[in-house]
């Protein structure tokens, strides 16, 4: 009996000295279980995406919260929403210049004297009423350019008029001369001088009339010309709409502008003159040497 005590007794302090040594729970690990809880929402959701995360937004009050991207989101917020305004046309680039007559210039030259007969000549206007017209000398003429242009015509004695350029006075004309037809010449000396000594210059003259357009004769949908008539300053440039947008047309030496394939024929039309001025008219019909007056007309200088 004494035996099986001592064993019994051996064996209860080996267990509890077996029980003794055995490893205990870690320190910090309640703590790492903590921060798992307490993770930055943007760590959590990120890991949930396959896209790149953007780094956590700083804490408030931080001085990394007053960021440039962050004030501007701010702003956008608190900004009224924007509005729709229609505005104008910006103003269009002057046009070049109609060629060698332009504005505040004063020409120097000759006047001779040619019989008019009813006005009409290499600019193409038709019959006139009113004779104080010149012809422009070739190199001025400007293979038409000079069509419609109103110039003041000063000779030496003072006299001086106003004349409407309608025609062409070729070769031997020299540059600055003008041949006026004999009504207007009369004005500034007898007829039988025959030359006289001049200035003149470019006027853009008061008028009520308002200018108008004209189809050449032969014209259709597949070939035009386009004539202005009765305009104020001289043209500089016409276009036709068409579907690719605005298409500038080419000047003949008789006054016209041709669209050679029928482009914008019977469409808008838009024209510019020396200043730069654009015109617009619309409805115009595509009907052959018919001149249909429009409601506009170029500004005065």
């Known amino acids: 009996m004494l035996g099986t005590a001592v064993i019994l007794t051996a064996a209860g302090v080996l267990f509890c000295l077996m029980t003794a040594m055995l490893p205990g729970p870690k320190a910090g690990a309640g703590a790492d279980a903590g921060t798992d809880v307490a993770a930055p929402a943007a760590t959590r959701t990120g890991a949930a995406s396959s896209a790149p995360t953007s780094p956590a937004p700083p804490a408030a009050g931080s001085p990394a919260a007053a960021t440039p991207s962050a004030t501007a989101a701010a702003t956008t917020a608190a900004a009224p929403p924007p509005t729709a305004k229609k505005t104008p046309p910006a103003a269009s680039t002057p046009a070049p210049s109609a060629g060698r007559i332009r504005p505040d210039t004063t020409y120097k030259g000759v006047a001779t004297a040619y019989a008019a007969g009813d006005g009409n000549g290499a600019c193409l206007f038709g019959p006139s009423d009113d004779l104080m017209i010149a012809a422009m000398n070739t190199t001025d003429y400007e293979s038409s350019r000079a069509c419609g242009a109103y110039v003041r015509v000063r000779a030496a004695n003072g006299a001086s008029i106003t004349v409407r350029i309608t025609n ?78 605005w298409r500038k047309l080419p000047r003949t030496d008789y006054n016209y502008f041709l669209s050679a394939d029928g482009g914008g024929c019977g469409g808008a039309i838009r024209i510019t003159d020396i200043y730069g001025e654009q015109l617009t008219v619309d409805g115009t019909a595509l009907l052959p040497n018919v001149a249909q007056p429009t409601r506009v007309q170029f500004a005065a200088h």
């Open 168 to 245: 062409e006075c070729p070769l031997p004309c020299a540059p600055g001369q003008l041949d006026l037809s004999e009504q207007a010449f009369a004005k500034l000396a007898e007829l039988k001088v025959g030359r006289i000594p001049i200035t003149w210059s470019l006027v853009s003259p008061r008028t009520s009339d308002a200018l108008s357009l004209r189809y050449k004769t032969g014209s259709s949908a597949h070939w035009c010309g386009i004539q202005v008539i009765d305009h104020r300053n001289p043209v500089a440039r016409l276009e036709v709409r068409t579907s690719k947008g």
